[in-house]
């Protein structure tokens, strides 16, 4: 896909997740504009940039490119941002709508005790922004006949937390989804399309921060790429979480779950044939272990742990050396 010729809106993306659609936008081909409330916000989380500025890192890249300060809860701010890259860039194709997060503090969020003012600027940063913004671009993408929108909502719009924490948040981006579909009804005859994305917990310098302040650890579940279900050896590598964010990157830890007895499983040959007691051999060495393979370690070897798994629970266990086994003959 070529988006060579194409201008971009991204807010929020002075760091994190926003910096990451604007920079692939730019690397698509597209010319990209930055909106934040601080454009310099990067450093706060520690998010190390390769130029003075996203904007900088797009221009590197051979796209044009401007950073406006704006805050995305004023409407005329948001205004002012849209009609300031119309005027700068002629047009805007794509305004993905990325400024936002769960900004307020997780104590005394739940559903029955948090603040008016703790609402009010969560859905202000959430939702309100949105609609600012796509209110703010809908007439010139109207007039072109064309522009795509992406506003951003999130897993905690369609799932609990426990306790209900943050609840207000979850129910902010709820409402970002909603919007979308109604923006969607309306505008697709005028050639705009409407989507919304809804990341899960995404590892931006913003949530690792988080984490070390509170003390917790990050454990973050990923599907594997196709490949492989390709490759005879079928155990998990780390390639294989390409296309997962940057998992293999912001890891401390990666571990992978293979089982061959499951791959073994489903390619029984046909009874009775020399390749079927082949098969049952490799069954029997295979049957109810599980291995967890370490693919990275920052700070401690790599490696596999070979571990007893009951199928029947999915329950991983310790495995006992065959020295130790009990003898079942
Ligand atoms: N990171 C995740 O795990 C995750 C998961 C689900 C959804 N999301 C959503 O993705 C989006 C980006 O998340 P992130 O983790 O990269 O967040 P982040 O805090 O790292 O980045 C948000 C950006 O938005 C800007 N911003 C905040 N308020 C603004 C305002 N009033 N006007 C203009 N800009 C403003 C910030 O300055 C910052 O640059 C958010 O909408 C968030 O709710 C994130």
């Known amino acids: 896909m070529s988006l060579q010729g194409k201008v971009a809106v991204v807010t929020g993306a002075a760091r994190g997740l926003g910096r990451a659609y604007a920079l692939r936008l730019a690397g698509l081909g597209a010319d990209v504009a930055i909106i934040d409330v601080d454009l310099d916000g990067a450093a706060k989380f520690g998010e190390s940039l390769t130029a003075p500025s996203v904007s900088a890192e797009i221009k590197a890249l051979g796209r044009k490119s401007v950073g406006i300060k704006a805050d995305l ?4 701010d948001a205004t002012a941002a849209i009609d300031s890259v119309l005027a700068q860039f002629g047009k805007i194709d794509i305004l993905v709508n990325n400024a936002g997060g769960a900004i307020t503090p997780p104590e005394n969020s739940k559903p029955s005790e948090v603040s008016d003012d703790d609402i009010r ?44 924490s943050l609840s207000h948040y979850g129910v902010s981006k709820a409402a970002v989804t909603h919007y979308t579909r109604n923006l969607a009804a309306e505008l697709g005859p005028f050639g705009i ?14 949530i690792k921060a988080l984490a070390k302040e509170l003390n917790v650890p990050i454990v973050a579940l ?16 780390l390639s294989d ?15 992978f779950v293979f089982r061959e ?11 009775g044939t020399d390749d079927h007691i082949k098969w049952q051999t490799e069954m029997d060495a295979a049957h109810g272990k599980a291995e967890i393979i370490i693919g990275k370690q920052r700070h401690g070897p790599t490696g596999t742990v070979n571990l007893q798994f009951d199928a029947a629970v999915t329950r991983f266990d310790n495995l006992a050396r065959d020295d130790q086994a009990i003898d079942q003959h």
């Not at 979480?241 to 571990?255: C, F, H, K, N, T």
């Open 121 to 164: 600027l969560t859905f202000d940063v959430n939702l309100m922004s949105t609609i600012y913004c796509c209110q703010a671009v809908v007439p010139a993408m109207k007039r072109q006949q064309s522009g795509v929108i992406v506003n951003t909502s999130s897993t905690a719009g369609r799932s609990v937390a426990p306790g209900g």
């Open 193 to 206: 399309r409407a989507n919304c994305i809804a990341p899960g917990v995404m590892l931006t310098a913003r």
């Open 261 to 271: 007895e499951y791959y073994l499983s489903n390619k029984e040959p046909r009874p």
């Open 222 to 237: 990923s599907q594997l790429s196709r490949q492989v279900e390709n490759r005879d050896d079928k155990r998990p590598q």
């Open 241 to 255: 979480l390409r296309e997962s964010g940057s998992i293999e990157q912001d890891a401390d830890v990666v571990m």
């Open 73 to 76: 809860t004023k409407r005329s």
